[in-house]
């Protein structure tokens, strides 16, 4: 069954540093997003891409976070300046026509 | 904004007895809700489906059912079984655009004991 693969599974990063979180989506998939679930909290959407463009993004997406498919096949998050909120596991998931498929995440740790 | 909400934190079930996880929504544009289940440190792992135009959807021990009209939608677990045992997310969609994105319940954490 296709899978969406993230890479690093663990990130530990030093406050202020830039972070770049890995993803490969299903490859027939059109609809790319990021979400992150801080520890004990919901699932929560960050940003869709769709067609080459960001297609929408929350309040939490700031100017510190940018994503990019730069080839075809990844799906990049980048932050920018890494804040210790920023500490939870971030997971992208692709769409098609009905089915999601979630990554098995990232845990980005800022300290 | 919780358009999305599970009010059971959590759920304690007996093995073989029935699970039932209940979760309600603001916004009647969703489109489509979707049951995912979570292990800590794991992705999302999809269940079961339903769309708005449906009330109910079976698959072997996993029955959802969608109240519309009350804005609310359960999931069925039967028999429960201690691999069961998990947060279960409920999620909706609003159709159309270029975006498609879930939004997400707060999860209810389900144990079933042996």
């Known amino acids: 069954e296709p899978e969406v693969t993230q890479t690093p599974s663990h990130q530990v990063t030093q406050m202020g540093q830039e972070v770049i979180l890995r993803c490969v989506p299903i490859?027939?998939?059109?609809?790319f997003y990021w979400y992150r679930q801080i520890l004990g909290q919901k699932v929560e959407f960050l940003v869709s891409?769709?067609?080459?463009?960001?297609?929408?993004k929350s309040e939490i997406f700031d100017d510190q976070f940018s994503v990019e498919r730069p080839d075809g096949s990844n799906f990049t998050l980048k932050i920018r300046s890494t804040k210790l909120e920023d500490s939870a596991m971030y997971f992208c998931a692709s769409n098609n026509v009905g089915g999601y498929t979630f990554g098995s995440g990232t845990r980005l740790t800022v300290v | 904004d919780q358009q999305v909400k599970q009010n059971s934190p959590s759920l304690s079930v007996q093995e073989g007895r029935i699970s039932i996880l209940n979760c309600d929504y603001t916004n009647s544009m969703f489109d489509y809700f979707l049951w995912y289940k979570k292990y800590p440190a794991e992705g999302p792992t999809f269940l079961i489906s339903i769309s708005s135009i449906k009330d109910k959807n079976e698959d072997g021990r996993f029955t959802v059912f969608l109240n519309k009209s009350a804005k609310h939608l359960s999931l069925h677990i039967v028999p429960s079984q201690p691999g069961d045992s998990a947060v279960y997310f409920c999620a909706a969609r609003t159709f159309g655009g270029a975006t498609n994105k879930l939004i997400f319940g707060t999860g209810t954490l389900l144990a079933v004991q042996p």
């Open positions: 891409f769709y067609n080459n463009e960001i297609s929408e």
């Open positions: 490859s027939n998939h059109l609809y």
